[in-house]
């Protein structure tokens, strides 16, 4: 039996069309134009009155983006120059090519230290939690408690190359962790309270951590979680931690044992000192799985993640000194990255800690209010949990200072774009964007000078050479087609921790079209330079803009003795998200009714998190496998979207070739009735 819907039920959640089922939405209505005095004041105009200078003129964007992406090392070389980034010149790109490209050779410089540089007054953090009041930490004191930390971790035996990880939720302790680590030229990673010990060995196991700051809880939608006993086990699984630097999650937890406290961890007085490291050194490493084996170490560079949030936060998301910048995330999604880039614009950030919709659906618009937040980055999940919820923060609040929302994780659908104007603010800019985890970026973007159409990203991120491929390999305008990355980019990871050959690596991007990064994304670029994202492409699962791995699923769902086998896809609702469908095979005997269902999703929640908690449980006679064993997740996304089964795949080469037939059946609708059997008779 099915438990959490019928074929019907499931059936309704997919679009059809072509390219594997993917249907444009109802995308391009015109939802708002910048203002020529708009225009004027932003980054991009001054950018470009900049170029205009020296001698280079551009008609519009269109031409200074296509600009951007032939002459790579002119822009890259204007960026460096226009920032001052580290004063001297440098060979901007020694070698144009993928994987492979090296730039700036020769320079040096730190992340942290061009955070610090202007030394500025004022908030440089503004926290909220669920129940505290919060607290605004200014920048004098951020910096404080960054040389105090730094000293402490150099007392430890860090330095440069060493691997500082944080179990931290999104506070002022994994700001200052970070800027610490980067500092003394150590290498941050960190993964949010929320995961379970299985989840975070998987990650920090891999990298060999000598210290982890740790909480010992956190509160989510009014719930209070301990986490002492998992840290416990985190430091008994991984031998390299040799010290742990506890935070408080509040007046619930019970510390750490044998821990520091973090109050004398940071509690010095010291000046802060940077180790300059060559452009490539390691800044932190962040995590994206793919279908077997474990979550990937994705290797960022100081100088490129440097050089790619100064263009991107100033020219695209138009962030400048005195904004407040905020984004709702969690310390494991690659956006609490991307926010912490606002510091170098001399921006506050707007740090919230807690459950979105809690103890109100409408708590973060409030939270917009209070803090006199500018700029607001938001997934289009939450976007449609808004409106589901009947949220109308127009009526209800007073958002005079938001000059521009953000929305990314997954496609924002038209009822989002349209909801947005309609509820939240007349002249507001909606700002949608694509990117990942393994350019800690967005590559499909927006920018303050361009309109707005409904159901569409603006642009082309400058020096991102974004094409929609066909399956030869050719460019496509106005068709549906891979997305990928043609020309290098600064931000692409320097490596993957432990792949020494670089194999998995080259794996992971450059398999499909070898020297072109394929990115796992449909994507569709109009005549007119607007993008649509339509969702993954491969068999990666995407969850409030993480990217996340089958194969960890798997391995905490098959820990479960009545289930023998487990397919998990992404399909797209027909409001335009993403919604995972976890497919089981049982055991003889075992049936998925609703204790069993609990069940699975308890081993899940232990084992991960809730994050990777499925929206349907279907049972299945069994999983379609090729004959060496691989599941094939992206034939089944395919066929439950409504491509042809012949087309999509070779039952020749399937261990079972029947195993398929009952997705058939789903995707045809063949299967009737509510709460009906989905088990092949």
């Not at 032939?70 to 120059?81: A, C, N, Q, R, V």
């Not at 910096?143 to 060493?162: C, H, N, P, Q």
């Not at 390299?240 to 007085?269: F, H, M, Y």
């Not at 905490?556 to 976890?582: H, N, Q, R, T, Y």
């Amino acid at each position: 039996m099915s438990y959490e819907g019928d074929a019907a039920c499931l059936r309704s959640l997919i679009t059809t069309g072509r390219r594997g089922g993917v249907k444009p939405m109802r995308e391009g209505r015109l939802l708002w134009e910048p203002d020529p005095g708009l225009v004027r004041r932003t980054a991009m105009s001054a950018y470009m009155k900049w170029l205009e200078k020296r001698g280079s003129s551009f008609e519009g964007y269109d031409e200074l983006w296509r600009w951007s992406v032939d002459d790579l090392e002119g822009f890259w070389g204007s960026i460096w120059k226009y920032f001052d980034v580290a004063g001297a010149d440098y060979p901007v790109l020694a070698e144009r090519k993928m994987p492979g490209a090296k730039w700036f050779d020769g320079a040096e410089l730190n992340f942290a230290e061009r955070v610090f540089a202007k030394g500025r007054d004022g908030p440089a953090l503004i926290c909220r939690g669920e129940r505290a009041q919060g607290k605004v930490v200014a920048w004098q004191e951020l910096e404080r408690k960054t040389a105090a930390l730094a000293r402490t971790l150099r007392d430890s035996g860090v330095g440069r190359g060493d691997r500082v990880a944080g179990y931290l939720p999104n506070g002022p302790e994994a700001i200052v962790g970070v800027l610490a680590a980067a500092s003394v030229g150590a290498i941050w990673s960190g993964s949010p309270p929320e995961f379970g010990t299985q989840s975070v060995v998987d990650r920090f196991g891999q990298i060999g951590p000598k210290v982890l700051i740790a909480t010992d809880g956190y509160s989510y939608g009014g719930k209070w979680t301990d986490r002492a006993d998992d840290v416990s086990s985190i430091v008994k699984s991984i031998p390299s931690i040799k010290k742990v630097i506890s935070v408080s999650g509040g007046s619930k937890g019970r510390g750490l044992a044998g821990s520091d406290a973090w109050e004398e961890a940071t509690g010095g007085k010291e000046k802060l000192d940077h180790e300059f490291v060559p452009f490539e050194h390691p800044l932190w490493i962040l995590y994206s799985s793919g279908t077997t084996g474990l979550p990937k170490p994705i290797v960022h560079s100081h100088g490129g993640i440097l050089v790619e949030l100064l263009k991107s936060l100033a020219l695209h998301n138009d962030i400048r000194e005195g904004d407040r910048f905020f984004w709702y995330t969690t310390t494991g999604w690659m956006m609490w990255n991307y926010l912490l880039g606002g510091l170098l614009h001399g921006a506050t950030l707007v740090l919230y800690n807690g459950h979105p919709a809690w103890p109100r659906p409408d708590s973060l618009w409030s939270l917009m209010e209070e803090t006199e937040t500018t700029y607001m980055g938001t997934s289009a999940a939450y976007i449609s949990a808004c409106m589901k919820a009947r949220v109308e923060p127009r009526g209800s609040f007073s958002l005079s200072t938001l000059r521009g929302i953000g929305s990314t994780g997954s496609p924002l659908s038209t009822d989002g774009f349209e909801w947005v104007y309609a509820k939240v603010k007349d002249g507001v800019w909606l700002e949608s964007l694509s990117g990942g985890t393994d350019v800690c970026t967005a590559f499909v973007t927006g920018s303050p000078t361009l309109p707005v159409y409904s159901g569409e990203l603006q642009c082309r991120a400058l020096g991102a050479s974004v094409q929609a491929f066909d399956e030869n390999g050719s460019a496509v305008v106005g068709k549906v087609g891979e997305l990928v990355i043609t020309e290098p980019m600064p931000s692409m990871p320097v490596f993957f921790w432990g792949d020494e050959d670089g194999s998995r690596y080259r794996e992971s991007y450059f398999d499909m079209f070898p020297g072109v990064w394929r990115h796992g994304d449909w994507i569709k670029v109009t005549s007119r330079g607007t993008c649509v994202i339509y969702g993954r492409s491969d068999a990666t699962i995407k969850r409030q803009g993480v990217r996340i791995g089958t194969s960890e699923i798997y391995r905490a769902v098959e820990k479960v003795p009545e289930v023998s086998d487990s397919m998990a896809v992404d399909v797209v609702s027909k409001e335009g998200g993403e919604e995972m469908v976890l497919f089981v095979s049982l055991n003889e005997g075992a049936s998925l009714d609703e204790e069993l269902a609990a069940k699975i999703k308890a081993q899940i929640r232990a084992d991960l998190s809730s994050r990777y908690l499925p929206d349907r449980l279907v049972a299945v006679p069994a999983i379609p496998r090729t004959l060496n064993g691989k599941k094939l997740e992206v034939p089944v996304k395919r066929i439950l979207a409504g491509a042809d089964p012949e087309k999509v795949l070779n039952k020749g080469s399937l261990a079972d070739p029947a195993s398929v037939e009952h997705f058939v059946k789903i995707a045809k609708g063949l299967i009737a009735g509510g709460r009906g059997d989905l088990e092949a008779n």
